[in-house]
Every structure is written in C-alpha cells, then in structure tokens.
C-alpha cells in the first residue's frame, strides 16, 4: 500500500510544479490588456459626450428659434434675433458639457426680409475628455417663420 501512495505522490508532483510556474501569467495577460481597455472606454465616453453637446445645441437652436418668434407688441427684427441668441446661449450655458475648458459657443440669429424666417445657428468646438488632438467641430441650425 505504501507504494501506491509513492506512485500518487509522483504523479501529483509536477502539475503542481507547472502550475506553481504559471502564476504570473494572469498578471501580464492583465498588464497587455488594460490599457487596450482603457482607451476603448475613453473613447467611447468621449464620443458619447460630443453626441450630447450636439443634441444640446440642436435643442439650443430650436429653443432660440422659438423664442425669437413670439409675437411681442412694437418689436422689431433687433428685438426677435436678441431674444433668439440670448435664449440659444442660456440653453447652451446650462446644458453643454464642456469638462472645464470654458468653451463658449457661438450662437447667431438672422432675419431673412424676403421670406420672413428667423435663422438660429449655433457651433461649438469640442475638445474631449483631456483637451488632447481631438478638435471636433459640432454646429445646429435651426429655422423658423416668424409670423
């Protein structure tokens, strides 16, 4: 009986060795692999918050443009584009997400005198999660008929 016992023992003996020599392989499997993990999430963060900024300025648009057409008694053209870029701004202000760069957007209203539409333009650069080469320009338009 005791040398089956020894015969187990020597079986036993070197998987234990082999797997005794492939402790560190997790380490650098995880070593190679998250760094490749981490710049596939930052990616997708920062393309998903330039996805934002651009439903923002389109929603900043579309409320200058309302704004801008209200009827308001005795106004004139000055008045309508006023209320159209302040109101396009202050939606722009509160809503952009610009992780401290302190870009301000640029938000433009126009009156066309032939067909009577108030044109809200509004264009952002946005430069991602850590200011570094990404440059992407984001722009709205929106118009309306002022009646």
């Known amino acids: 009986m005791t ?3 020894a015969d187990i023992a020597k079986c036993q003996d070197p998987t234990t060795k082999q797997v005794q020599s492939q402790k560190g392989n997790v380490l650098v499997e995880f070593a190679l692999i998250l760094p490749v993990f981490l710049a596939l999430l930052f990616g997708v963060i920062t393309f998903s918050v330039a996805l934002y900024n651009k439903t923002v300025l389109t929603m900043a648009t579309r409320e200058g443009a309302r704004a801008g057409i209200l009827y308001v008694p005795n106004s004139n053209d000055n008045t309508h584009t006023a209320n159209a870029t302040a109101s396009a701004l202050l939606v722009c202000q509160n809503n952009l997400i610009t992780f401290g760069s302190g870009m301000v957007p640029n938000v433009t209203s126009v009156i066309d005198p032939s067909t ?8 952002y650069s946005y430069s991602g999660l850590y200011n570094f080469a990404i440059n992407l320009p984001i722009s709205a338009e929106t118009s309306m008929k002022l009646e």
């Open 3 to 5: 040398t089956m016992l």
């Open 116 to 123: 009577k539409t108030l044109k809200v333009t509004a264009s």
